[in-house]
């Protein structure tokens, strides 16, 4: 009977592992005398530590797949406060001869629920070519069924199996709360723009395994591959309006895509020129940092102290305590958002079929006023 599992977030200093680990961004570094080390990142679907190999050779740094599955023997220590593995023995292992459900983490949201709101909220965009071209994208099973499976990044934010679904319906959320507050900002074009600025990562990740980068995700990235897409989709979106996608508006959704990012330093192919623009990028980092921020510091699965370690997003350490919880509340410890337990299987893509189509019926219209783009906008439907 194999042993059981002992997952990175319950090790303590001390402890001993001898099991199937991720590697990934593995390194070949020398001390100051010369002698190689490896540094890496390992980690379970609990967990990811800071990993050292000391005494190594380039033969054992080429021995180690650049991102996969390897076993690992080693110990958990402390330093600076915070737990890292010493890697004092790596063997090849076979797939099929490990459980990859206690590797890779997943959402511990319902995937098919997320799914619906998705469809729900891009359902609600009024202006006719913004929803005909949306619901091109929830027409492609394939897309969609990807969408809902693939992280939204190889190990910053949401990096776990359903994280670009979950990162993207929070972004959505966020903003369709507060588009009420800002007259004149585009409630169809942030939650458009929202819902594509990511899409690609479809495409530019792998995850049939460690997460990683395609060649095409290297070579192209999906910022620049989420806003060639739309020019596919707008024609599709053409043949079934009977009539062009206005092509400001095809710029301006792609514009939003190619700025999310915010600064060309971060990856943006432009910076933020419209109001949309601008909210879009705010929303979605807001909640790339929040989840960072929040798996860092709060949950069972942070390490001891106070502070974290050095984190770079966020340009130093971040404390941990919550020293504001309500009166009459025990000092329990939530659940932390990189924490994952076993979950049912994804929802297949039938399950994932795109919403029913937009009603036939002759639309009643009426002029826009809040953005020359958009000509004429439905009647809100109650």
């Known amino acids: 009977m194999p042993n059981q599992r002992l997952f990175l977030r319950d090790c303590a200093s001390g402890d001993c592992i ?4 991720v590697i990934t961004q593995k390194q070949l ?3 100051a005398t010369g002698k190689f080390f490896i540094k890496a990142f390992v980690s379970d679907r609990s967990q990811q530590l800071n990993a050292r190999m000391w005494n190594a050779t380039r ?3 080429a021995s180690i797949p650049d991102s996969g599955y390897i076993r690992i023997r080693g110990r958990i220590e402390n330093y600076q406060n915070n737990l890292q593995l010493i890697i004092e023995g790596i063997q090849a292992v076979k797939e099929g001869t490990f459980d990859i459900g206690e590797l890779l983490p997943q959402t511990e949201k319902d995937i098919a629920e997320m799914c619906r709101k998705i469809h729900e909220l891009c359902g609600s965009i009024q202006n006719r070519h913004l929803a005909a071209l949306v619901q091109c994208y929830l027409d492609d099973e394939k897309l969609m069924a990807d969408f ?3 992280p939204a990044a190889q190990g910053f934010h949401h990096a776990f199996i359903g994280g670009l679904l979950e990162h993207t319906l929070n972004a959505m959320e966020v903003a369709d709360a507060i588009v009420k507050f800002y007259p004149g900002l585009s409630r169809d074009l942030l939650l458009a723009g929202i819902f594509l600025h990511d899409i690609a990562k479809t495409w530019e990740l792998k995850y049939d395994s460690a997460f990683g980068y395609t060649d095409g995700g290297q070579l192209v990235g999906h910022i620049v591959k989420s806003a060639m897409w739309v020019e596919h989709k707008a024609k599709e979106a053409e043949s079934l309006l009977g009539e062009p996608i206005p092509q400001p508006l095809i710029d301006v959704l792609q514009h939003i895509i190619l700025s999310h990012h915010g600064e060309p330093e971060f990856g943006a192919a432009r910076v933020p020129s419209t109001p ?6 705010v929303i979605e980092n807001f909640d790339a940092k929040m989840m960072m921020a929040l798996s860092a510091t709060r949950g069972h699965n942070v390490s001891e102290g106070n502070w974290t370690e050095y984190m770079k997003a966020f340009s130093g350490k971040l404390y941990r305590p919550d020293v504001a919880l309500a009166d009459g ?8 958002p990189e924490t994952r337990s076993n979950q049912p299987a994804l929802a297949p893509a039938s399950a994932l079929a795109p919403a029913p189509r937009r009603d036939e019926a002759p639309l009643d219209l009426k002029a826009a006023i809040s953005n020359p783009l958009f000509e004429t906008v439905p009647k809100h439907r109650s």
């Open 18 to 21: 001898d099991d199937v680990y």
């Open 329 to 336: 509340v025990e000092h329990e410890t939530p659940q932390a």
């Open 276 to 281: 949309e623009a601008i909210a879009v990028h």
């Open 59 to 61: 033969e054992i740094f």
């Open 29 to 31: 570094a020398a001390t």
């Open 148 to 150: 809902c499976k693939a």
